[in-house]
């Protein structure tokens, strides 16, 4: 009886979110590559990591695979401590990893890199995969252009059939049709129900194929929500066409912010209520008014001011 219980303290919990991080910190230096990162990734969604170059993104993606170790704090994925080297083997098998450069021995061919994966995790996947993302097996992997590689790296990362997937950047260098195959690609997998992590600083894309997003900054975790949520708070964007020039002054209220007036148009971000707004628009002669939700990118601003232009 005692004995069981030991056992069943010591296995993974598979039953748990599939990525929990709690409090991960990892410092280089005086560099604090990631600063106390906390969240969960659920089962069966898919979450952007989302940062600008050197936020610390790729840091906390080679924590949670044990590549390297946190200075503090810890994190699990699939139940298995990322501390415990032999917990972390044994799911390794259910995890499909692509990294964000590709470590593929350049004078094989791509099936023989294929073959190699094969051999150490399986590739029940493999003919529907290649079907799909078609990278030209039979040419050595020096002579891959960009985007050829990552559709290699896209096929044996998922060919085994994990549960959990873990992408850094996985469009980067991809063309806008390959780009939306990806996309459609893992919508199907979480309504599979495979969960699929994944980095990107490409706020258009987080915002199409995204459940729910991080976003990192300097190393910390700055916002962390859905993205329909996230659009939600963030207010609408707003462009009204008037008659005539305005005062800015006399136009704004506390509600809007980031006001743009250019000749007869203004632009803003709307946080109040939409009753208010109208109200409050009744005043002036308006041609032509257009409400909608802001762009990640707007969001994004926010959290970041002017490094977003980066
Ligand atoms: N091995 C290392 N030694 C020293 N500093 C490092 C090391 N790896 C990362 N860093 C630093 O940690 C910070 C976070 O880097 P990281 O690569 O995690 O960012 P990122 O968000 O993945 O960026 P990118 O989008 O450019 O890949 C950066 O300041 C980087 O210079």
Redesign the pocket.
């Known amino acids: 009886m005692c004995a069981q219980t030991e056992t069943l303290d010591t296995e993974p919990d598979r039953g748990a979110a599939p990525i929990r991080l709690d409090g991960l910190t ?1 410092r ?2 005086d ?1 604090t ?2 600063d106390a990162v906390s969240f969960d990734v659920g089962a069966g969604e898919i979450f952007g990591y989302l ?12 924590l949670l695979l044990g590549l ?1 170790k946190p200075t503090s704090g810890s994190a699990e994925v699939l139940g298995a401590d990322i501390r415990d080297r032999r917990a972390l083997t044994d799911v390794k098998a259910d995890i499909g990893y692509l990294p ?1 450069s590709l470590g593929f021995e350049e004078r094989l061919t791509g099936r023989q890199v294929l073959d190699y994966f094969a051999r150490m995790r399986g590739d029940e996947r493999r003919e529907e995969l290649l079907e799909l993302f078609r990278p030209p097996l039979d040419k050595r992997v020096e002579t891959y252009s960009h985007g050829n590689k990552r559709m290699l790296g896209i096929v044996q990362t998922f060919m085994h059939d994990p549960d959990l997937v873990i992408l ?2 996985p469009t980067s260098g991809l063309d806008p049709l390959k780009q939306d195959r990806m996309h459609l690609f893992l919508e199907e997998e979480r309504d599979a129900g495979k969960t699929v992590f994944f ?1 990107s ?1 490409v706020l258009s894309e987080v915002q199409r194929v995204c459940d729910r997003v991080g976003i ?1 900054r300097d ?1 910390a975790l700055v916002a962390l929500e859905g993205v329909d949520d996230l659009l939600e708070r963030s207010g609408k964007d707003v462009r009204v066409q008037l008659a005539a020039p305005v005062d800015e002054e006399r136009f704004a209220t506390a509600e809007m912010i980031d006001v743009e007036a250019v000749d007869r148009t203004v632009r803003f971000t709307y946080t109040g209520e939409p009753a208010a707004l109208l109200d409050h628009l009744v005043q002036f002669e308006i041609e032509d008014v257009d409400i909608g939700d802001p762009q990640l990118d707007e969001i994004f601003k926010h959290y970041y001011g002017n490094d977003a232009e980066e």
């Open positions: 990892k280089y230096g560099v590559a990631n940062g600008p170059n050197g936020a610390g993104k790729t840091t906390t993606i080679r390297i964000d850094d950047e980095s600083h990192i190393g």
